[in-house]
């Protein structure tokens, strides 16, 4: 890797590390959405490790506090405590944005001028310009690189809204949420948001909102209620997105019938309910859980059918690596 790295250079563009002219990809569904996931090498991943490994510091110190998502440490619920912390804090408007394509919308160059701000080593530049040498347009989904870079070229877009006074905000990857008592405040900060992005030649989605958030009145609840990172959060609680709460429903359906078939669980199956708990665990919905989980299947047992099957698969690893060794032997 080190010395495929120092061949990396800019007057040869043929020797050294050479991204594959087409990728093989995947389809995700993602909340209903179907992505197509880039997949890399092993020693491409490699390749992406070590440049994220000398950018992160510096990617660090400059990205808000309140920028969540794709980055170490910085998860849902880390943005989920930030957000109702706002709520308790108590305001009465919102707004609530994404940008347009936004990763099939970046356009390299930009983001090459953007790291120049921070970096001035061209030819580490050039290391990640090379990334996307066949691709002038769009960041590639599924690099490990990519969330960085993402991450990086939304800075100016965190700072447009975080130095309007009165305004406070989060940011999940291209989604943003900023609050505040004044609605004015912020008609003024969606406009610096506006123009921030349109230096970087991006633009939000035309179904941005301000809103009156959730409010709690005398006869009747009034208010729109804030739709983000896969939560429903209103004045007095948060609760699962309805998307994922029917998917968790419907598998835990699917596993006791398929039980009382006297059929095997698929481990699929049993691997996204277990996962899909901790939605339940840290929101509002545990009454949920009760009437349309908890009857139809045990999650012990479930956790200990995934023990049981990782417990297999590593001994199946580890029999095949002493064969593997044995032969070369």
């Known amino acids: ?19 594959p002219k087409v990728r093989r990809t995947k389809i995700v569904n993602e909340k209903g959405k179907k992505r197509v ?14 440049i994220v490994e ?17 980055i170490p ?25 994404d940008v347009r394509h936004f990763y099939d919308s970046v356009r390299i160059d930009i983001v090459i001028n953007e790291l120049r701000k921070d970096i001035a080593d061209e030819r580490f530049l050039y290391l990640i310009e090379k990334i996307y040498r066949y691709q002038k347009k769009g960041i590639l989904i599924g690099l490990y690189i990519s969330p960085w870079l993402a991450n990086y070229m939304l800075i100016s877009a965190d700072s447009a809204l975080e130095r309007t006074p009165g305004v406070y905000m989060i940011r999940y990857v291209d989604d943003i949420v900023a609050v505040s008592s004044n609605k004015k405040v912020l008609r003024e900060a969606s406009v610096k948001l506006m123009k921030a992005l349109g230096k970087l030649r991006l633009k939000l989605k035309k179904n941005y909102q301000i809103a009156r958030f959730d409010y709690i009145g005398k006869k009747r609840r009034t208010g729109r209620r804030i739709d983000f990172m896969g939560f429903y959060f209103y004045r007095d609680r948060t609760v699962i997105r309805r998307c994922i709460l029917i998917n968790a429903t419907r598998t835990a359906r699917k596993l006791h019938k398929a039980k009382s078939e006297g059929r095997r669980y698929y481990s699929r199956q049993v691997r996204g309910l277990v996962s899909l708990m901790g939605w339940f665990k840290f929101t509002d919905s545990y009454d949920c859980y009760l009437m349309h ?13 995934i023990s049981k099957l990782d417990k297999e698969a590593s001994k199946n690893d580890r029999l095949e690596t002493g064969n593997m060794c044995g032969d070369a032997a």
């Open 293 to 305: 989980i908890k009857p139809y299947v045990n999650i012990g047992k479930l956790k200990k059918i």
């Open 37 to 50: 996931a880039h997949l890399a090498g092993i020693r491409e991943q490699w390749y992406f490790h070590i």
């Open 1 to 19: 890797m080190q010395q495929m790295i120092a061949e990396t250079l800019k007057e040869d563009p043929e020797a050294g590390y050479n991204p």
């Open 73 to 97: 440490g910085r998860g849902l619920h880390g943005g989920k405590k930030k957000l109702e912390s706002l709520v308790r804090k108590g305001f009465k408007y919102f707004f609530k944005c």
């Open 54 to 70: 000398v950018m992160k510091p510096i990617i660090m110190k400059r990205l808000s506090n309140n920028s969540v998502g794709c």
